[in-house]
């Protein structure tokens, strides 16, 4: 931990701030106060916990003890909300929604939840009597290492809607001990660390003991008389559920993130193996189940990657459905008579991406093997009752196992899928004998000799009531190509829900400056949950006091965010400059390469240039952020290059004070609230029908952020939002991407001049010895694995370069630049999570508003 900062006092000696902070705290009352509301019951419901609630030695309060007792202390208002709830639906008996994701990005809670709980005041105050300052103790929280990127957050924001809509829902996920990974940057590139975020403990979660289902793995199917089957042997783990309050914006309704632990019992802890020196042996089972919830994405390159990763998927559909079960039985039972036939019109489950498909052969095993119900009686529950959101078309992405894997772990889910298979294909032979042919691929059962593997999508689709894309642009690509024979059987199984994201965190929170001047000029804060309002500043984007509180606000977020580069990687960036950010997962496909050649391309232009002529050039920094999958080695040279071309920029005194490149290590959620609304412009570069929707491009748009962009998943409605005049478009359409490929196979085509200056400079040396020959060389020739520019990086370059020359212009023209940035925030109000939510809601999951009176 860092030494306590030493301030000095009114006598010009010194004394830390933990000896401050200390004195402070001794001056308030250690009282429980657990819905404390004014802020000196706060800081002594703060100090209570200090002191009652410990979890270091005595004596000490210093920010980071600070801020374990003001979560605790948060938390204690929460938990009031959390039971009100809770009773309120056991009383209503609502239909609900239970959303399973392998993902949720939370970030740090204490911001989000003062704010939703609307107490920052009486928290900054209280925290102040105590000798801190607020800032200082959000800074204390570690972000929750529960996700990696987009699909992550989206879970997040979506869990902060259906709160603050007053929707009956509940998150379920895994417990991640280290999850993806701290990245660190030295000088070889991207290093992997195990996150710390447990290291300590979480403040937010709390366990519930009472709450534990068992899980069961390998083993055999056991045929009874009657024909019935039952799953039995094997191993069988523990899950316990953890459970992280979500508030609602100014609402009461606080619902759960439900977080599984896997634990083996103490039956499984072998003592005589132990006491013979057989360490290892006696506690395997312990060792197994805590392997199940240690990181997010496991390695599957070998087998037991892959089955550790089939065990993490499985363990969240089985322990969340056996769970959804018990409370559908323990609400109905309290009102007497029941029938299984009610389930779907009470429980609506959300599938998020084709990583809990196996909730489908679990529901249909637990209703049929422990319930006892008939196989058409279970499908048709599990249909009604299970929908799938697709968020890829990457073929990658769209999980297939193999099925000597699945027969191991999972015998009994195995025959229930064949089952369904064979149901599948004789409904097509009999009534749709036009699509026999197709049936090959539509069949969820790829049997092919070399390798037998189960097509989980196909899957979803076959098994699910709704099939929905996440942007309009990227449902019309799976309607049209990756579902298009399925849409031919159910059409109105298939909608678009275009993602959204929460205001609250994205600008309410995250930009207070700006936030207050919205509010201000739209005489309401009502825009925080009705975000369509701010289509209201329109009429003020060539108001001059307008255009200068905005500028001011802007300045105040570089400023910050340059105080935060300059303290994370040393580099010294000038807020006078344009600000241009492209972070999220290093993908080959999001195309980060791209814009680093064309960093590459602008550092040799501005080399060759005059003084005089460099004095003409728009000033840029460029900042880079996001990480590269441990084993993605090409996403890997793209994160070194990057920070070898900033070594090599940023120390150049012939042009360092006209461009800055700036890799920002560890993104995650704390440090994109830090750098969006810092952004100037952001890049959303992707090969066009490859991002399926984005959702940074949504934040950086609301946060009056200017894209440059393709027209690629949600840029697509976010430029028709905010006017194409007020967007940088570059870059082939989808329609076209696939016609281009097939010339480039053959042979015809001819790249940019600028292009090839890019490519030649970076093999030049220019950046250091490291050989980018193998980054390179996938840019190169017409077709084959790892080569032939598969994502058009090459097509593309001559009109992003294009569209980078009318963004220099643009900005010159500081009046326009403003007046742009004005009307994207204006623009972004189709773009918030509610809308997306209050969709699901009514087109999917039929659910209803059940709020706490």
């Known amino acids: 931990m860092a030494p306590a900062s030493v301030k000095p006092n009114s006598a010009g000696a010194t004394t830390s701030t933990a000896t401050v902070s200390a004195v402070s705290s001794s001056k308030v009352p250690p009282i429980a106060r657990p819905l404390a509301g004014e802020p000196e019951e706060v800081a002594s419901n703060i100090n209570y916990h200090a002191q009652f609630s410990p979890h270091f030695s005595p004596f000490k309060f210093e920010p980071e003890q600070a801020f374990f007792a003001t979560a605790e202390s948060v938390r204690d208002r929460l938990i009031q909300q959390w039971n009100e709830t809770y009773v309120h639906y056991h009383k209503e008996d609502p239909k609900q929604t239970y959303y399973l994701s392998m993902e949720y990005l939370q970030g740090r809670a204490l911001t989000n939840a003062i704010g939703n709980l609307d107490i920052q005041d009486a928290y900054g105050k209280a925290l102040n009597q105590l000798g801190h300052q607020l800032e200082d103790i959000v800074e204390q929280e570690k972000d929750a290492a529960l996700g990696n990127g987009g699909l992550g957050r989206l879970a997040s924001c979506f869990l902060d809607s259906m709160a603050t809509l007053n929707l009956p829902a509940w998150g379920y996920g895994l417990r991640y001990r280290y999850g993806l990974f701290k990245q660190r940057i030295t000088k070889e590139g991207q290093e992997e660390i195990a996150e710390d975020w447990l290291e300590k403990f979480s403040p937010w979660e709390v366990v519930r003991h009472d709450v534990v289902f068992p899980v069961r793995f390998f083993g055999h199917v056991e045929v009874n008389p009657d024909g019935s089957r039952k799953w039995i042997g094997g191993d069988t783990v523990q899950a316990l559920a953890y459970d992280v309050p979500i508030p609602g914006y100014k609402t009461k309704n606080t619902i759960s993130l439900r977080l599984w632990e896997a634990r083996a019992s103490s039956d499984d802890f072998n003592l005589f193996l132990f006491n013979d020196g057989q360490y290892e042996s006696a506690s395997q089972l312990h060792s197994g189940a805590q392997q199940i919830c240690a990181v997010l994405y496991p390695g599957d390159a070998t087998e ?172 019309d690509i799976l309607k049209a190509e990756l579902f298009a024979d399925y849409v031919s059987i159910w059409p109105k199984k298939f909608q678009n829900k275009t993602n959204g994201i929460t205001p609250r965190r994205w600008l309410r929170f995250c930009s207070p400056e700006l936030s207050n001047i919205i509010t201000k000029w739209l005489k309401t804060d009502q825009w925080v949950t009705k975000l369509d309002l701010l289509a209201g500043l329109r009429k003020f984007a060539e108001n001059a006091e307008f255009q200068a509180e905005w500028l001011s606000a802007k300045m105040a977020n570089k400023q910050r965010l340059a105080q935060y580069i300059l303290r994370e990687t040393g580099v010294s960036i000038d807020p006078n400059s344009l600000f241009d950010i492209q972070v999220k997962r290093i993908h080959e496909y999001k195309r980060q390469l791209l814009n680093i050649l064309g960093a590459i391309y602008r550092y040799k232009k501005l080399k060759e240039m005059s003084t005089e002529d460099r004095k003409n050039t728009t000033p840029r920094t460029i900042m880079f952020g996001g990480k590269a999958f441990a084993t993605y080695t090409n996403a890997k040279r793209i994160v070194k290059l990057v920070n ?210």
């Open 644 to 853: 070898d071309v900033g070594a090599v920029v940023n120390s150049d005194p012939e042009v360092n004070s006209y461009l800055k490149v700036v890799f920002v290590p560890n993104y995650n959620v704390s440090v994109a609230e830090m750098l969006i609304p810092g952004s100037e412009l952001s890049q959303h570069i992707s090969t066009a029908g490859m991002e399926a929707s984005g959702t940074s491009n949504m934040k950086f748009a609301l946060n009056g952020c200017l894209i440059i962009g393709t027209l690629d998943g949600a840029n697509v409605e976010i430029r028709e939002e905010i006017g194409e005049e007020n967007f940088f478009l570059f870059g082939a359409t989808a329609d076209e991407v696939p016609r281009l490929r097939k010339e480039r196979e053959n042979g015809l085509f001819k790249p940019d001049p600028r292009f090839e200056e890019a490519k030649e400079y970076t093999r030049s040396g220019a950046f250091g010895s490291y050989d980018y020959n193998p980054l390179l060389d996938s840019l190169e020739g017409n077709s084959g694995y790892g080569r032939g520019d598969y994502f058009l990086v090459g097509h593309d370059f001559p009109s992003y370069m294009d569209a980078q020359e009318r963004v220099d212009e643009a900005y010159k023209d500081r009046k326009r630049w403003l007046k742009m940035s004005i009307l994207s925030t204006a623009g972004s109000g189709k773009f918030s999570s509610d809308r997306t939510i209050s969709q699901y809601a009514k087109e999917i999951w039929n659910i209803e508003e059940c709020r706490v009176p």
């Open 304 to 475: 037991n990657g892959k089955l550790l990763r089939l065990k993490q998927q499985f363990f969240l559909c089985s322990a969340s459905l056996q769970d959804i079960i018990f409370r559908f039985k323990e609400r109905k039972n309290e009102n007497r008579s029941w029938k299984w036939s009610e389930f779907s019109s009470k429980v609506a489950v959300q599938l998020n991406d084709t990583h809990p498909t196996l909730a489908i052969p679990e529901l249909m095993r637990l209703l049929m093997d422990n319930e006892g119900l008939g196989w058409d009686e279970a499908w048709e529950i599990t249909t009604r009752t299970v929908a799938y959101t697709n968020h890829t078309v990457l073929p990658e992405a769209l999980e297939k196992w193999s099925q000597s894997v699945m027969w191991k772990l999972l015998p009994r889910h195995m025959e229930i899928i064949e089952e369904i298979d064979n149901r599948f294909i004789t409904m097509i032979r009999t009534t749709r004998t036009d699509l026999e042919s197709k049936l090959p691929s539509m069949c969820i059962l790829d049997n092919n000799p070399q390798k037998p593997v189960v097509r989980m999508a196909n899957l979803c689709v076959v098994s699910s009531h709704k099939v929905n894309g996440v942007a309009q642009l990227h449902s």
